[in-house]
């Protein structure tokens, strides 16, 4: 799931997860930066904004340690489990907050890239799509008197921008990136990814998963 500040990726990928699980499907619900114990250190040192000064290439690094340590241990051992992996933002998050709005340079992005994931790549990415205004209003609710982080804490124009650059993303690559309309109700939304993954999984034709039974 991708998207920006207080789009609903945290919600719709609990959601999703769960309704695979009603269908017998082993999941693992993981995030960025983070997903690991490694890289949920990483995670601390960048959204405290310690790491702010260092410049948006030495961030993008950081990023990219611990998406390396996630995908090792976290995400290629689930999926040699045979688990469904979905991951509350991935790569792409490198692509559009360090490669658009931070301009850091698309080779190393992609250099980054290929380094940390090689094959590892979602079969789908969901972009959950909101005016910027409308999300920030959504994280601020939530976050009440919580002190912003090192994103949520950019000016609104930051946001805006985001916006256009993971619309783009989805217009880049049309069939792994799916764009979703993030500003309907959390049902609605959910339905509009369930359709896709429908289409694109037939869940009900997976095979079961048994509590406790050897793969
Ligand atoms: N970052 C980066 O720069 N480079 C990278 O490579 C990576 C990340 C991997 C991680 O922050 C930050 O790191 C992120 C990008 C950067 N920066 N920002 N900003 P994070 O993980 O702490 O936060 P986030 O990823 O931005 O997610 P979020 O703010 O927690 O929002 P969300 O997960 O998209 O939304 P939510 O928590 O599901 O929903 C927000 C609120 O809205 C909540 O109260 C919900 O109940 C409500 N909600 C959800 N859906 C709806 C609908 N449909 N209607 C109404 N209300 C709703």
Redesign the pocket.
Known sequence: FE??????????AAMLADRLKSFGIDVLLT???GGSPAAEVIRHV??SGVAKTLGAEA?AML?AAA?EDHVFNTIEPALARGQWVIS????D??RV??GSLGQVDARMIRRLEKLTIGETRPEVTFI?DLPAEQ?LA??N??RGNDKA????SEALEFHQKLRDAYRQLAADEPFRCVLID?????VS?GMAIWDVINRRFDPATAPLFVEGASP
């Not at 998207?3 to 719709?12: H, I, N, P, R, W």
């Not at 509350?88 to 790569?91: I, P, S």
């Not at 982080?149 to 949520?152: A, I, L, V």
Request: glycine residues 12%; charged residues 35%.
């Open positions: 998207g920006g500040e207080g789009s609903g990726k945290s919600t719709q995030r960025e930066p960048l959204l961030e990023f998406r509350d933002r991935f790569a998050s490198t907050y360090q959950l999300g959504r994280a609710a939530r982080d090192r994103f949520e993030a500003s309907a109700p959390r939304v």
